[in-house]
């Protein structure tokens, strides 16, 4: 008779507890049924009606041709030596994009981190200005800056730096330029948010034991940043070798999208598809290797 009265306490306490946390899941996935609903809306659908125009027959008149199923599309992109090269071509733009945003990013980052008061005010709004004009306004900025008769071939030739204008526009290094700007605010900021949350003193003991300032910082400041060092890395990266604007205004290379856009407007839709999805795939695969790769040196991401 004693056991009776301490078991049934403990039962509603149990049952009370099991409603609880079902009640907050449920409160859970109802606040994220609004990012689920947009998700599937703007990215999941979207995807498999692009993969089903991939495995369709091309049509004169329409996307695709209905109640059709075919490879043609894929052997097409798979056996044309021209898109492989323009492959190539977005993944050099990002490759050298990224790098080179990592790296200015960091340093950028690093002073950011370092300075105080007005200064450290000033650096930041220089990082957050870009994001407040459009991206084709600031895409086309570099037209007059970069053009033969440009203010940056002006200023190289009146300090004897060359003896005739270089042609930095169009081409691939008027497409470097345009891309990094373009990215570099969000490899900054990714950098920054992770910088903000180390200790200083850190620094600091590694230097009262003997570590240079180059070195403090390779092997204690870096190792603690990869989080946001491939944060950058795969916003840069992804960002670059799909890149639009910059190619398409600053150079008359053919690039991944803008290849895209040419078979959509000459109604090669299952090829654009089959070119996308192949592209997506790459992305992936080489997503996949960054995280790898950077996550030896500090990083602490999970791809699951």
């Known amino acids: 008779m004693t056991e009776t009265p301490t078991r049934v306490p403990t039962s509603i306490a149990a049952v009370?507890?099991?409603?609880?946390g079902q009640s907050s899941s449920n409160?859970?996935?109802?606040?994220?049924?609004?990012?689920?609903?947009?998700e599937l809306l703007?990215?999941?659908?979207?995807?498999?009606?692009?993969?089903?125009?991939?495995?369709?027959?091309?049509?004169?008149?329409?996307?695709?041709a209905e109640g059709t199923v075919s490879l043609e599309a894929y052997a097409s992109v798979l056996t044309n030596e021209l898109l492989w090269s323009i492959v190539g071509y977005s993944f050099l733009i990002g490759v050298v994009v990224t790098v080179l945003s990592v790296l200015i990013g960091l340093f950028y980052a690093y002073a950011i981190w370092?300075?105080?008061g007005l200064v450290k005010s000033l650096l930041l709004f220089s990082v957050v200005l870009p994001l407040l004009t459009t991206l084709v306004i600031r895409t086309y900025a570099f037209r007059p800056l970069l053009s033969p008769t440009g203010t940056l071939n002006e200023i190289?030739?009146?300090?004897?730096?060359?003896?005739?204008?270089?042609?930095?526009?169009?081409?691939t290094i008027a497409v470097v330029i345009g891309q990094l700007y373009i990215v570099l605010p969000y490899a900054v900021l990714a950098i920054y948010s992770v910088l903000a949350t180390m200790d200083w003193h850190v620094v600091e003991a590694a230097r009262d034991l003997g570590a240079s300032r180059p070195r403090s910082i390779l092997e204690v400041v870096v190792p603690q940043v990869m989080?946001?060092?491939?944060?950058?890395?795969?916003?840069?990266?992804?960002?670059?070798?799909?890149?639009?604007?910059a190619p398409g205004v600053l150079s008359s290379s053919l690039t991944f999208a803008i290849q895209v856009e040419d078979m959509m407007y000459g109604m090669r839709y299952p090829e654009a598809g089959a070119f996308s999805v192949l592209m997506l795939l790459?992305?992936?695969?080489s997503i996949a290797i960054i995280f790898t790769v950077l996550n030896r040196f500090g990083g602490e991401f999970d791809l699951a």
């Open 16 to 20: 009370r507890e099991r409603i609880a």
């Open 282 to 285: 790459l992305m992936l695969a």
């Open 227 to 245: 989080p946001g060092i491939i944060v950058a890395t795969v916003i840069s990266f992804a960002w670059s070798v799909g890149a639009y604007a």
């Open 114 to 116: 370092r300075s105080t």
């Open 27 to 38: 409160r859970a996935l109802l606040l994220m049924a609004p990012l689920l609903a947009f």
């Open 156 to 171: 190289l030739l009146s300090l004897g730096l060359l003896s005739e204008p270089i042609s930095f526009y169009p081409g």
């Open 42 to 64: 703007v990215f999941v659908i979207p995807f498999f009606i692009l993969l089903r125009i991939s495995f369709a027959e091309s049509s004169a008149n329409f996307v695709y």
